[in-house]
């Protein structure tokens, strides 16, 4: 098992990943019926894309004695309304390094092997964009 999660009441739930002991805690969006006080259940699926992205691209980098550190990304979700689902995800990654052309495309290309963006439906739509200093 992964994680429990626990149903608090009011749309809200608390997830506790069961190897860290570290909690989640899940709001149902303003837009449907929640308060908004935390990360939506959908706001975590376009965060997980950004964050399993960085991930293999700081293993390969790691290889490559290329250090990720400061680097930010922007995500933005975006719904769309019938049926409610996850429409496009953008991810606008600063790249605070600068390497070489082909160290750039050997990032971007590990990036999007990340097993997230692999296991996205194929109907959301996936805008990345890579901002290199």
């Known amino acids: 098992m992964t994680s429990k999660v ?3 009441g009011n ?4 997830s506790t990943h069961l190897q860290s002991k570290q909690t989640i805690v899940n ?12 990360f939506s259940p959908t706001d975590l699926v376009a965060n ?8 293999v691209m700081g293993i390969k980098a790691a290889e490559m004695n290329v250090d ?9 979700k975006i719904m769309q309304a019938s049926p409610r689902k996850i429409a496009e995800i953008k991810v606008d990654f600063n790249m605070n390094i ?5 160290t750039k495309t050997i990032l971007e290309r590990t990036a999007f ?7 996205l439906n194929p109907d959301i739509v996936k ?3 890579f901002n290199w200093k």
């Open 6 to 8: 626990i149903y608090l």
């Open 11 to 14: 749309l809200r739930t608390e």
């Open 27 to 38: 709001d149902a969006p303003v837009d449907n019926h929640g308060k908004g006080e935390a």
């Open 48 to 55: 997980s894309l950004a964050t399993c992205m960085f991930t």
């Open 68 to 76: 990720l550190a400061n680097s930010t990304a922007e995500v933005t």
């Open 98 to 102: 600068q390497v070489d052309e082909k």
């Open 113 to 119: 092997t990340c097993p997230v963006h692999l296991s």
């Open 127 to 129: 805008t990345i964009t």
